[in-house]
């Protein structure tokens, strides 16, 4: 690792640990400030804190990965992703922001539901706080794999005299980082730190497609040789089943239920600002997404062409920063991979603090915890959160994508169809509400246990979030017809 590589991504760490003491000394004197920036954040702060929180290091390190190997087919999922997240701008977004200031103005996505659904009030955030808590532990985990892979790919052998694996050395250094930030400046520090790690990200992701190209112009010609070796290569619907092409759009559907995404929509300043917001976030996505299929792609070609040995195809956009660039824009790539990573990782910390915090301690343990209190409380369940992650990514083979799949799909099945209806549906009832919280979390545990998003009925695997979705739904419609269908307010 050259010094000056190593240099910039000090330079990262210091720029991310000075955004996390400006918030400490901003935002963090009561629970609204700590948890959701006292609901104050710009339209272009809450677009890329929404976008960074989302993307993650699967964004750099899982979808280049999955389009390395299998080829156009996989950019699906980045098709569905991006319809998702509009509808979730313009359907979600202004009606979550309006309604949960004026129900109490909640803080947290269980407090929402409570507000909303008095009768149920105690059961909806006990078992939101548990749904959380749970699947973030696994979402975090993958991005802690992520910064594992990195440290294990760009920093081989560096640090061989401290008895530690270098891949377990970056789960260790990445989460110290984060918690630092997190646990100390909050949902602010997240926030800012989610802005500038965006834009960190769409640099990175323009600028490695272009270079690659720019370096040997033959590289795209690579393409067809390989699209003739593997017929279908650069097609959008080669082997693609009726199945598959469900499985690849409907990740669209999980962003309904992203706590860690939807809090934002919570957090920015005004209804009037979410158009502006909008705008942002799905330009930015949407040069991301292209940028991370046009590393996948052109990467398979570079390695074929040139003969290099990749042993992990989710590893492609490091060892493109490392022979492609100079050692200082190696620096700074890497500090983009940490960034998607980073980002992701504070933001699904933060969330699962604040039901621990708002939806257990603070309802079942202290009720009368004073404002300091709390916010020291959160810190601590900050750290709690941080060493379960750890231990579930001790593995170094893990898989990203899969990793985010399965948490992806168990928030979406569970929150998404209870938080459309609820901004939307009157009719619904608390105990609707709680049968399709229920229902979602459950179907997705159930159907990855049995193994049928791999394989279902001798045939292709179904993506859990499918069923998953589609059962909570039917649950909270058919649950509030049975239970009188009494309307609440709005």
Not at 3 to 11: D, E, F, I, K, R
Not at 264 to 275: G, H, L, T, W
Not at 360 to 377: D, G, P
Request: a neutral charge; glycine letters at 12%.
């Amino acid at each position: 690792m050259e010094t000056s590589t190593l240099a910039a991504l000090t330079l990262y760490f210091v720029v991310m640990l000075a955004i996390g003491i400006y918030a400490w000394r901003k935002s963090t004197n009561n629970s609204e400030g700590y948890l959701l920036g006292g609901r104050q954040l710009s339209p272009a702060v809450a677009a890329l804190s929404a976008g960074a929180s989302d993307m993650s290091g699967w964004l750099l390190l899982g979808l280049p990965g999955a389009l390395y190997v299998t080829g156009l087919v996989e950019a699906w999922i980045g098709i569905g992703l991006f319809i998702g997240a509009l509808f979730n701008w313009i359907i979600v977004a202004p009606r979550l922001r309006q309604q949960t200031e004026k129900l109490g103005n909640a803080l947290t996505i269980p407090e929402f539901l409570a507000n909303r659904f008095p009768d149920k009030a105690l059961a909806l955030r006990l078992v939101s706080a548990i749904v959380i808590v749970l699947f973030f532990a696994v979402y975090t985990a993958a991005g802690l794999v992520g910064g594992g892979k990195l440290f294990e790919t760009s920093f081989a052998g560096l640090f061989g005299d401290i008895g530690i694996s270098d891949y377990m050395l970056g789960i260790w250094l990445t989460a110290g980082i984060v918690l630092a930030y997190t646990m100390f400046g909050g949902f602010l520090a997240v926030s800012l730190t989610d802005f500038v790690q965006g834009c960190i990200m769409v640099i990175a992701l323009i600028l490695m497609p272009l270079v690659i190209v720019a370096d040997d112009w033959s590289t795209v010609s690579a393409l067809t040789q390989i699209d003739a070796a593997e017929p279908g290569y650069l097609s959008l619907t080669n082997g693609l089943t009726f199945i598959g092409f469900l499985s690849a759009v409907t990740w669209g559907l999980g962003y309904f239920g992203q706590p860690h995404i939807i809090v934002r929509f919570m957090a920015i300043r005004s209804v009037s600002d979410v158009p502006v917001a909008r705008n942002i976030a799905m330009t930015w996505m949407g040069i991301a997404l292209l940028g991370a299929i046009g590393i996948g792609i052109l990467g398979r070609a570079y390695v074929e062409k040139n003969g290099v040995t990749l042993d992990d195809p989710e590893t492609i956009f490091i060892l493109l920063a490392q022979v492609l660039f100079h050692p200082l824009i190696t620096g700074f790539l890497l500090a983009a991979l940490l960034a998607a990573i980073m980002s992701t990782i504070s933001s699904q910390l933060l969330v699962s603090s604040s039901s621990l915090t708002e939806d257990f301690y603070r309802l079942f343990l202290r009720k009368q915890a004073s404002e300091r209190e709390a916010v020291n409380i959160g810190r601590l369940f900050v750290g709690l959160v941080a060493l379960c992650a750890l231990g579930l990514a001790g593995n170094p083979d893990s898989q990203v994508l899969g990793l985010v799949s399965n948490a992806w799909a168990g928030f979406g099945a569970a929150f998404g169809p209870l938080i459309l209806l609820a901004l939307t549906w009157k009719p619904m009832t608390a105990s609707g509400a709680l049968a399709g919280l229920v229902t979602g979390a459950a179907v997705v545990i159930l159907w990855i246990a049995l193994g049928w998003n791999s394989s279902f009925m001798g045939g292709p695997g179904i993506y859990e979030i499918i069923p998953g979705f589609v059962a909570a739904f039917l649950a909270i419609i058919g649950i509030s017809a049975l239970t009188g269908a009494r309307k609440q307010p709005i």
